[in-house]
């Protein structure tokens, strides 16, 4: 397995959970890597991305502010910190490796999704 996420849950609006996701050490040194998320009946779509220095993060609209990525050299791990958590963000949220992070059609790596429910 190239990417392992983990960390979804069920939490209350206006709570908090933490995604991770292990990476291999090929994978962690040479990719961007971010996290997409797909909501029954929606297309996939970018929640949050880290460039694979390190050094720069980009966030989907409607997560900015409320989403942190961040990224550990030590462990070759991304991670999300959510917070703020709305209704609107459940989702099956994938980890997700690739040159360009643009779009889901693009994505070079999957992780297993790992599945965040909100409730109002």
């Known amino acids: 397995v190239q990417l392992q996420a983990s960390g979804g849950g069920l939490v209350q609006a206006g709570g908090s959970l933490r995604l991770s996701c292990a990476a291999s050490?090929?994978?962690?040194?040479?990719?961007?890597m971010g996290w997409f998320r797909q909501a029954p009946g929606k297309e996939r779509e970018f929640v949050a991305g880290?460039?694979?220095?390190?050094?720069?993060?980009y966030y989907g609209d409607s997560v900015q502010g409320r989403f942190t990525i961040s990224r550990d050299r030590a462990k070759n791990a991304v991670y999300l910190q959510m917070n703020n958590l709305k209704p609107v963000d459940t989702a099956v949220y994938y980890c997700?490796?690739?040159?360009?992070?643009?779009?889901?059609?693009?994505?070079?790596?999957w992780g297993q999704g790992t599945l965040v429910t909100v409730s109002s």
């Open positions: 880290s460039n694979w220095r390190g050094d720069k993060a």
């Open positions: 050490e090929r994978i962690f040194n040479n990719y961007a």
């Open positions: 997700a490796a690739a040159i360009n992070l643009d779009r889901a059609d693009i994505v070079n790596y």
